[in-house]
Every structure is written in C-alpha cells, then in structure tokens.
C-alpha cells in the first residue's frame, strides 16, 4: 500500500529533490504541497506566493498555504499552525516530507509535531553528502537560480547567479555547495516534474544590512 505524502514546498532546490526523489519511490503517492508564508513572500527565499502557485501548477499537484503571523513565530504556534492547516486541507495524509540535509537535530524537531499528529516524517535527502546532492541537483536538471544571499557568509555577487556546477565550483572555502548553513537560497524555474517552466526577467537586487535579494518578474511557461 502506497502511503499518501506531502512534501515541505519551500520554492527551492532541496524540497524539489525530494519530491523528484518521492515521485521516484515505490512506497509513496505525492498528493500535494505545502508552503509557509509571511505577507505574500515564503521567507528566506522571499519568493512571492504567486510564484509558489506557478510551481504548484507546473508541477500538477495542490498547494496547500500556511500563513504565519511572523518569520519566526514561537514554536507552538508555528507546529500548531503546520498541523491545523494539514488537518484542514481536505487531503488524506498519511505522511509529510522534508528536504532537510543536515543531521543537526532538525528531524527530531519535525517528528515532534508530525508524529503526534499520526503522520510519519520522511526526510529523503537526510545525511547525505552536499557534494552529491549538489551534483545530483544539476545532472537531473533542475534548474535554479540563487535569489537569496547571506552577505556575512558569501559575497553578495553571487545573487541572482543560476546554480551550476561551475558556480558550486567557485564558492569560497567553508561554503557548504547546497548552502545548508543558510548561505544561500534558490529558486527553481525548471524541473523534471514540471510540465513547463518559468522564466523569470530579473529586475533589481536589493541589498540589506546582512541579505541581498535578487528581485524579478515571473512567466508561467505551460506545456499543457
């Protein structure tokens, strides 16, 4: 029996691994997705949320949208907000999945409120090497763009910059090549799931006291 799963949707390249990963994986159906926002931005990325339902689209599945009252709520209200919303959704769900990489104590956060809820917590990128889930990224063909620079950790330009191996190649010393430690978030635009694309028009890159944000306009591209 195939368990009913939705994934993490964060716009980037890791929670589009897993689902590549998931639609892949003989034990589970992907039934949907779901996003947190602050605003009409998901955080980190600051990818507008009409942005998030182009992907959706692209891909096929229902987007579930979790608003939160802040960036980084108390973590009660940020679980009970995750799980209501799930609850609420109309789907049937017997499993929720995260892009995490890092063995760093956040599967144990997850599974402390997904598990109670009677859902299992799947973490398909878990303790795997950066290098090899940087080179798996590109040889499948997702293509994606960093939107999101932490100026104290990398130098502000490489927003903006598409993820390729040459640029995993160029980042400094001590920068993880999947920016786990929060370098660096992207923005996927094309990948195996998605029945089209979308093809953004960069505008200007807004730079703050710590992040530098490439801003731009978004086109669905559909293939039917």
Partial sequence: MQK?????????????????RLLEDPNYKVVGLYTTYVGDEVP?????????????????????????????????VYQSTIVN?????????????????????????RKSYIEPAGWECVFPLLGESSKT????????????????????QLDGSFCGKEYTQELVDRLPEGVDP????????????????????????KREIDVGERFIHQRYKALLRSHG
């Avoid at 999947?178 to 028009?201: N, Q, R, W, Y």
């Fill in 178 to 201: 999947c920016g786990e430690d929060g370098e660096f978030h992207t923005l996927v635009t094309i990948a195996p799931s998605f029945k089209g694309s979308i093809e953004i028009d």
């Fill in 4 to 20: 009913n799963i939705v994934i993490s949707w964060s716009s980037g390249k890791d929670s589009t691994l897993a689902l590549e």
């Fill in 133 to 152: 889930l940087a080179d798996e990224i590109i040889q499948r063909g997702i293509r994606t763009f960093l939107v999101t620079v932490d100026g104290s």
């Fill in 44 to 76: 980190f990325q600051v990818t507008p949320i009409e942005v998030v339902k182009m992907q959706a689209q692209l891909i096929g599945l229902p987007l579930i949208t979790i608003e939160l009252p802040e960036v980084f709520p108390p973590n009660e």
């Fill in 85 to 109: 919303a799930l609850q609420q959704s109309g789907l049937e769900i017997d499993a929720v999945a995260f892009g995490d990489m890092f063995c760093n104590g956040i599967a144990d956060y």
